[in-house]
């Protein structure tokens, strides 16, 4: 059964980087058959795609956050990482990983994380 | 504001049916890209309903049901049940933005 589990600091200080971990069981991601993505909500808000990776490397991000943002993947662990750079408050949110196909077919409980001094 | 607009409320009496709609334009639901609807009860992750029209995750009964109609796409729940009372999202890909987009979601109270 697969399953998908987000790790990292709850509280992270203003201009910081975010670094999120998700790590993944009942599949590999070296399979070439799903992306594997993050996706966030801000406290009563909706959901905010923020990006997606390809088992050969290749990330897809949200133009409203590419300048900061950087998926990466270790196939050696089964798990893939989210870095937000030069956080502010606006970045508070429960963070999400994912795997997609069509959909985001399964989703981790999702990690909260506060950006506050 | 969300690219994909959905009503912030709709509300049913058990057994009844219900509707929530969620409407694009013709960079996403438009251009024929999938609708997806997500299911998330407070303070839990979303999970997967529908994908597509009408592809249910097993588990999810066929009382719920999605269509597709031009720049728009409806989410379907007959026989209203107190499990249904969540939050509900719809999703699809925006061709000019280039980003997987949510719907604002959709509270749906059962009376």
């Known amino acids: 059964q697969l399953q998908l589990q987000e790790s990292g600091p709850g509280l992270v200080r203003p201009s910081e980087t975010l670094s999120l971990t998700c790590s993944v069981s009942g599949d590999s991601l070296s399979s070439d058959a799903y992306f594997w993505g993050w996706i966030r909500q801000p406290p009563g808000k909706g959901l905010e795609w923020i990006g997606n990776?390809?088992?050969?490397?290749?990330?897809f991000y949200n133009p409203s956050l590419k300048s900061r943002v950087i998926i990466s993947l270790d196939t050696s662990k089964n798990q893939f990482s989210l870095k937000l750079s030069s956080v502010t408050a606006a970045d508070t949110a429960v963070y999400y990983c994912?795997?997609?196909?069509?959909?985001?077919?399964?989703w981790g409980q999702g990690t909260q994380v506060t950006v506050s001094s | 504001q969300s690219v994909l607009t959905q009503p912030p409320s709709v509300s049913g009496a058990p057994g009844q049916k219900v509707t929530i709609s969620c409407i694009g334009n013709s960079s996403n639901i438009g251009a024929g890209y999938e609708v997806h609807w997500y299911k998330q009860f407070p303070g839990t992750a979303p999970k997967l309903l529908i994908s597509g029209r009408s592809n249910r995750p097993s588990g999810v009964p066929d009382r719920v049901s999605g269509s597709k109609s031009g720049t728009s796409a409806s989410l379907a729940i007959a026989g209203l049940q107190a499990d249904d009372e969540a939050d509900y999202y719809c999703?699809?890909?925006?061709?000019?933005?280039?980003?997987?987009?949510f719907g604002g979601g959709t509270r749906l109270n059962v009376l």
């Open positions: 990776i390809f088992y050969r490397g290749n990330t």
């Open positions: 999703q699809s890909y925006d061709k000019s933005l280039n980003i997987w987009v």
């Open positions: 994912a795997r997609r196909h069509n959909s985001f077919d399964t």
